[in-house]
Structure formats: structure tokens, C-alpha cells
Nanobody, 123 residues
Framework: VQLQASGGGLVQPGGSLRLSCTASGFTLDYYGIGWFRQAPGKEREGVACISSSDGRTYYEAFVKGRFTISRDNAKNTVYLQMNSLKPEDTAVYFC?????????????????WGQGTQVTVSS
């Protein structure tokens, strides 16, 4: 069971990035997927999640209206589209999988984690 997060990079404030979380060794559509982030010196925090089966989504207030989580089961991939990025969005972003329904954004709920991808928002 492996998760691979990708798509990070350097972007100017107001810009956009799309992160991808691709699974190998298991079928993602049976799992809820969460995106998390961790900035230097801070705890890991939940950003958004998408549930298995019905695709129910949840967003933390600080990203609502700017970020969109979606899944493409045919590609075994979950995306996080990030628009209107701010410097405070700078962090390492992680994806994780869990079979709890509906999904939640507490890191403790998640069993499987991918490596992080760095997102830097700076002019």
C-alpha cells in the first residue's frame, strides 16, 4: 500500500497549483482520502478530505472557496486544486488514506500516508 503525492512547487501569491495523490497496491475508491499540511515548526493540520463511495467532501475554513478536492477513480488518483494561494499556504502537503466513513481531517484517523510535496507561495 503506497501513496504518492506530487505537484508541489514555487508559485506567486494568487497563483494556483494542483496536487495529485496516486495510490499503488490498493484501490483508492474504497478509501477516504485526506490532504494535510505541515509548515516548519507547526503541527500537521488537516486541509480537506473526500469520502469513499459518495465522494462527500470537507474543507477546513481557511481553504474553503479556494481549494477543491476531487477524485478520479479510473486513475486511482485524488487531486487538490489550490487557487488564490497565499504565503501562509506554504507547507509540505501530504495525502493519506483511511477506510473510515465519512472522512475526517484529524491526522490520527489515517492509516496510510504518502511522502510530502513542498508548496511554497512567495513573490
Amino acid at each position: 500500500v503506497q501513496l504518492q503525492a506530487s505537484g508541489g512547487g514555487l508559485v506567486q501569491p494568487g497563483g494556483s497549483l494542483r496536487l495529485s495523490c496516486t495510490a499503488s497496491g490498493f484501490t483508492l475508491d474504497y478509501y477516504g482520502i485526506g490532504w494535510f499540511r505541515q509548515a516548519p515548526g507547526k503541527e500537521r493540520e488537516g486541509v480537506a478530505c473526500i469520502s469513499s463511495s459518495d465522494g462527500r467532501t470537507y474543507y477546513e475554513a481557511f481553504v474553503k472557496g479556494r481549494f477543491t478536492i476531487s477524485r478520479d477513480n479510473a486513475k486511482n488518483t485524488v487531486y487538490l486544486q489550490m487557487n488564490s494561494l497565499k504565503p501562509e499556504d506554504t507547507a509540505v502537503y501530504f495525502c493519506a488514506a483511511d477506510q473510515t466513513y465519512p472522512c475526517g481531517i484529524s491526522p490520527r484517523e489515517y492509516d496510510y500516508w504518502g511522502q510530502g510535496t513542498q508548496v511554497t507561495v512567495s513573490s
